[in-house]
């Protein structure tokens, strides 16, 4: 079956280190993005790609690291320059332009914890 | 900027009773307008969108119109069933691809 994969689902993470959540997706969608959800509150983007070997900042950046170098992976990596990296994120991806783009298609998740 | 009110939570009602989760927005331009579902420890799911005013979108008997003179876009269901239960984002999209997210609302269904 076509879809998003993220992986873990469970990730533990200890002060001061960096740790990179993966997404693969099988759709061959061109664009992907990175979402962060904290409790009782809605999505926010990070990063997002709409073409292999470019990426945009989202509106939360700052503390993370994206690459796009294969259409159907879109890794986020999450550095100690985070200061309160824990959350659930989320991993989406889209395709098609203007009146033709679909809707964003989600993974279920990595949810990420500091020790 | 864009962005997205949706009535606060959480919600409780009886199965069979009536939905309705009011949804807001800001937004420049013409933007298309979503819902998405999400049940507990799971991601997002499509459920139901509007490209254009006057839209109504449908799907497992929840429906949406797209009501460009009051910027509103409510989810409404004529009868509630337990596996409802689940948080509900709404969403709009402008140029360039970005989604804009409301908070959730929690619903929880009771038997």
């Known amino acids: 079956d076509g879809g998003i994969t993220q992986s873990p689902k469970y990730l533990f993470r200890k002060e001061g280190q960096n740790v990179t959540l993966s997404c693969e997706q099988n759709?061959?969608?061109?664009?992907m993005y990175w979402y962060r959800q904290d409790p009782g509150q809605g999505l926010r983007l990070i990063y997002y790609?709409?073409?292999?070997?470019?990426?945009q900042k989202g509106d939360i950046a700052e503390g993370y690291s994206v690459s796009r170098e294969k259409k159907e992976s879109f890794p986020l990596t999450v550095t100690s320059a985070q200061k309160n990296p824990t959350a659930f994120y989320l991993c989406?991806?889209?395709?098609?332009?203007?009146?033709?783009?679909?809707?964003?298609?989600f993974g279920d998740g990595t949810r990420l914890s500091i020790l | 900027g864009d962005s997205v009110t949706q009535m606060e939570g959480p919600v409780t009602l009886s199965e069979e009773a009536f939905l309705t989760i009011n949804c807001t927005y800001t937004?420049?331009?013409?933007?298309?307008l979503f819902w998405y579902v999400q049940y507990p420890g799971e991601g997002l799911q499509l459920l139901l969108k509007?490209?254009?005013?006057?839209d109504k979108g449908s799907n497992k008997g929840f429906e949406a119109t797209y009501r460009k003179e009051t910027t509103s876009f409510h989810l409404e269901k004529g009868s509630v069933q337990v596996s409802d239960s689940a948080v509900y984002f709404c969403?709009?999209?402008?140029?360039?691809?970005?989604?804009?997210f409301g908070e959730g609302t929690q619903l929880t269904v009771n038997p």
């Open positions: 790609s709409q073409i292999v070997n470019d990426f």
């Open positions: 759709l061959n969608h061109d664009a």
């Open positions: 989406a991806s889209s395709d098609g332009t203007g009146a033709d783009r679909q809707p964003q298609h």
């Open positions: 969403a709009l999209e402008t140029s360039g691809s970005r989604l804009t």
């Open positions: 509007a490209t254009k005013a006057d």
């Open positions: 937004a420049t331009g013409y933007p298309s």
